[in-house]
T-cell receptor, first 110, second 118 residues
Framework: KQEVTQIPAALSVPEGENLVLNCSFTDSAIYNLQWFRQDPGKGLTSLLLIQSSQREQTSGRLNASLDKSSGRSTLYIAASQPGDSATYLCAGAAGNKLTFGGGTRVLVKP | GAGVSQSPSNKVTEKGKDVELRCDPISGHTALYWYRQRLGQGLEFLIYFQGNSAPDKSGLPSDRFSAERTGESVSTLTIQRTQQEDSAVYLC????????????????FGPGTRLTVL
């Protein structure tokens, strides 16, 4: 059974600092890994998708890496802004579903 | 284009009543998923539809839960005889059968329906 863990559970940084969010998964037989952002009371917004054959994806200030052999993915957010405050979720895709981590709640202080 | 939409956005019901939640996927997306997010907990997979194939119901927590999908369009999730532990946000997602630029399998989520069972 796939288990996805995100560390830390919460993170508070001053504006301008780089953010590093960690995700680990137990079953390497995933076909992709997806990072999402969730704002309070809202649905999930897809940030980055990494296929199992890829090692990283970049979109603007966001960069996500994937190491299937070690069961890890890392989301980097450069030069954080207060608008980056949200909960970030990673999810591994296998079979017919996504298995989600518990999320990292991020607060970027002005 | 339009994203995934869900209705109602909020539903308050009494214990024992039946409820029906609706999901409109992105047009052309063949795959549709339902997830549940209970307060303070992670997202749990409930059910998956892919085209005309038999749905994967492996995540449904009890036989009080059922879902239907009409072709490749609207889906409804029905909870019969609701219990207080059914209170959660129910999220729907859809995914295209093929992806461009390596984005195959990407799931797009709706805003969710917040269900409160009193």
């Amino acid at each position: 059974k796939q288990e996805v863990t995100q560390i830390p559970a919460a993170l508070s940084v001053p504006e301008g600092e780089n953010l590093v969010l960690n995700c680990s998964f137990t079953d390497s037989a995933i076909y992709n890994l997806q990072w999402f952002r969730q704002d309070p009371g809202k649905g999930l917004t897809s940030l980055l998708l990494i296929q199992s054959s890829q090692r990283e994806q970049t979109s603007g200030r966001l960069n996500a890496s994937l190491d299937k052999s070690s069961g890890r993915s890392t989301l980097y957010i450069a030069a954080s802004q207060p608008g980056d405050s949200a909960t970030y979720l990673c999810a591994g895709a296998a079979g017919n579903k996504l298995t989600f981590g518990g999320g990292t709640r991020v607060l970027v202080k002005p | 284009g339009a994203g995934v939409s869900q209705s109602p956005s909020n539903k308050v019901t009494e214990k024992g009543k039946d409820v029906e939640l609706r999901c409109d996927p992105i047009s052309g997306h063949t795959a549709l998923y339902w997830y549940r997010q209970r307060l303070g907990q992670g997202l749990e997979f409930l059910i998956y539809f892919q085209g005309n194939s038999a749905p994967d119901k492996s995540g449904l927590p009890s036989d009080r839960f059922s879902a239907e999908r009409t072709g490749e369009s609207v889906s409804t999730l029905t909870i019969q005889r609701t219990q207080q532990e059914d209170s959660a946000v129910y999220l729907c997602a859809s995914s295209p059968s093929t992806g461009t630029s390596g984005r195959w399998g990407e799931q797009f989520f709706g805003p969710g329906t917040r269900l409160t069972v009193l």
